[in-house]
């Protein structure tokens, strides 16, 4: 059977859509990037033990002592960890998200109820929409949207509107037909049958379905931080690139403390509208009272206005006295000459030791002169769009004229090169130097059972990987004998360790230069038929006009070089330090390289 083109129909119309609707897509651009920043200010406003304490008051008037008291807990833990302003960052981004699918569920659900034309139509749509793997629709999100925060908060829209849409029409269609017929029979018109009647029967269903797309965004929070989201979604993408388990595991308890804060006061306030949720809830406690009389007090819920006073005190307290650790992110700004005066830069990277030095280090040298500098974590394809769209600044870290081929001949129309910093580097796989007999790629033909089958590739955008998979296997014959392990390239580095230290043949995707050889005893594997092509240039890019606009970054960034022994020094100093301790450790290294830091970017 012929091959049928869909994935060419789709890219066609995506393109077509681009071109026709850009004016469209830049105007929702703007609109739900005004809507997040304005929740977002509004959360991030107050101190955060202060606003924990207003959530907490929340949680108390709505389900009791006890759950006020959890809520303050689990909120004064996420604000220990420095997590605060990526929760409240995540908090935006699902309320933005929730807000914008109820406006469109809920009619959809009620037009569903009242048709039923309309309710076939849309069930398969709405199938389609909930059994799409989400992170699909970052795709087209990108494309249409950049990276940011925007296209996580459309790809969480699509993904969460199915329940909200379902339940809507549930719950309509589940109020006592007798009702509504009783309600006409009185002279009701239509419009006040469904608000004063169906709607109010509805209410409990329709906030089942208003939770499940609160949750399902809480689930979306992490493959949205993969396109430059931020908030914890950004925090867990970075720790999976990094496999830094701590940082891992202080994001994943932060999401997990606000989706069960939203999971309980969602139920609770579902109950609350509704006359007969009310009545039921007011029954279990009184029964609860009877049978356990100390529960009383945890179940009690007071007047709103008195326990605010009480609980802000409380927390406005333990905020002076520091009680409960950091509040937000501490400023990294380091002191010296004004010259940036604020101005704004964004600078993207691919999680590459090379190119996390040399971010962090731009990131330090322009913070000193006076910029505000915003660094983001992206994949190739994200990152490279993200430039072209004018989403970030620029980037330090693109191997040309090989490796990143195909990005470049895509974006360069939209991209300006600011040339070389270092080079030339070269592409290989290797093996420890244990491994004997395998010393060229084409030793490693036959051998696949001593490699348990596999080589251990990095990120799958990478343009090192499209080579190995294209052109270097095939041309040594490996094809279908080796499977190639995508991944990232901290997850790399950690196979390779642990095969070095347990002394199992092993064979990575590597790259020079790069602190691992001098760490580990390693073997280059020789390419005789020149598979990975000549060694490239580590080049600066960034989006047209940059230079124009900043022409001293844009004159520091042309003149910007390292030799070989500054670039394997500063990151063996980051490798040290630890993660998550990056331009710590660059203002180390700068401080034992005198001088440095104002012949790279000089007053």
């Known amino acids: 059977m012929p091959r049928l083109p869909l994935g060419e129909w789709v890219d066609s119309s995506v393109d077509w859509l681009q071109a026709q609707f850009s004016w469209l897509f830049d105007a929702v651009s703007t609109g739900v990037t005004g809507l997040y920043d304005g929740i977002d200010a509004v959360l991030s406003a107050p101190q955060p033990l202060l606003f924990a304490g207003i959530l907490a008051v929340v949680a108390w008037w709505l389900r009791g002592l006890a759950a006020g008291v959890l809520a303050f807990a689990g909120f004064a833990l996420v604000d220990s960890v420095q997590l605060w302003d990526e929760a409240m960052a995540t908090l935006s981004l699902v309320l933005v998200a929730t807000l914008v699918t109820l406006v469109i569920a809920v009619p959809l659900g009620i037009w569903a109820a009242r048709s039923k034309t309309v309710s076939a139509v849309l069930r398969p749509v709405l199938d389609f929409m909930q059994t799409m793997p989400a992170m699909v629709y970052l795709i087209p999100g990108i494309i249409f949207f950049g990276v940011g925060v925007v296209p996580g908060i459309i790809a969480t829209i699509v993904f969460a509107l199915p329940p909200g849409v379902r339940m809507t029409e549930l719950g309509i269609r589940q109020v006592d037909g007798e009702l509504v017929e009783a309600a006409e029979a009185f002279g009701t ?20 379905g208003v939770n499940q797309v ?32 701590g940082l891992g595991f202080e994001a994943g308890v932060s999401i997990v403390v606000l989706a069960m804060y939203l999971d309980r006061m969602t139920g609770a306030l579902g109950r ?43 927390a ?24 940036g005066h604020g101005k704004k830069i964004s600078i993207g990277y691919i999680p590459w030791d090379e190119g996390i030095a040399s971010t962090f280090l731009w990131k330090e040298l322009l913070e000193r002169r006076g910029y505000e500098v915003e660094t983001k974590q992206l994949e190739a394809g994200a990152l490279y769009t993200g430039l072209a769209g004018g989403q970030l600044d620029f980037q330090t870290d693109s191997w040309l ?5 195909q990005y470049w001949k895509k ?66 014959g490996l094809e279908g004998e080796y499977e190639v392990v995508d991944g990232s390239t901290p997850g790399m580095l950690a196979e390779l ?72 020094d500063l990151e063996a100093v980051i ?22 830091a104002e012949k790279l970017a000089p007053q």
Do not use: C
């Not at 049958?193 to 329709?206: D, E, F, K, N, W």
């Not at 356990?292 to 819920?301: E, M, S, V």
């Open 411 to 476: 974006y360069q129309n939209k991209l300006e090169d600011l040339g070389s910093w270092y080079g030339p580097t070269s592409l290989e796989l290797s093996v420890p130097s244990y491994v004997k007999g395998v010393d060229s790629l084409a030793d490693l033909k036959g051998k696949a059972g001593q490699f348990k089958g596999r080589i251990v590739g990095i990120e799958p955008s990478a343009g090192m990987m499209g080579i190995l998979k294209d052109k270097v296997l095939k041309e040594y």
């Open 497 to 568: 360790k642990r095969s070095y230290e347990r002394k199992e043949p092993v064979v990575v995707t590597l790259w020079s230069p790069h602190w691992a050889y001098s760490t580990h005893d390693l073997k280059k594997l020789a390419d005789p038929k020149g598979s990975w092509g000549k060694g490239d240039g580590v080049h600066t890019l960034a989006r047209k006009g940059f230079a124009a606009e900043n022409p001293e970054v844009g004159s520091w960034l042309k003149n910007f070089e390292l030799t070989e022994k500054q670039l394997t």
């Open 189 to 208: 018109t239509p419009r006040n049958t469904l608000l004063r009647v169906q709607l109010p029967l509805a209410l409990p269903t329709i906030m089942a």
């Open 214 to 245: 609160i949750m399902l965004g809480l689930s979306m929070v992490v493959i949205a931080g993969m396109v430059g989201g931020g908030g914890l979604g950004g925090a867990v993408y970075r720790a999976i690139g990094n496999v830094d388990i």
């Open 401 to 405: 004229p090989v490796t990143h081929e």
């Open 272 to 314: 609350q509208v509704s006359p007969l949720g009310r009545r039921a809830a007011a029954k279990a406690r009184a029964l609860l009272s009877a049978k356990r009389p100390g529960a009383k007090l945890w179940a009690h819920r007071p007047q709103p206005v008195t326990a605010l006073v009480g609980v802000v005190v409380l």
């Open 316 to 339: 406005l307290v333990a905020g002076g006295t520091g009680v409960f650790g950091g509040s937000g992110a501490s400023s990294t700004t380091a002191s010296g000459p004004n010259g």
């Open 575 to 596: 490798q040290k330090t630890g993660k998550g301790k990056e331009q710590e450790a660059v203002r180390t290294w700068l401080d034992n390289s005198p001088g440095l």
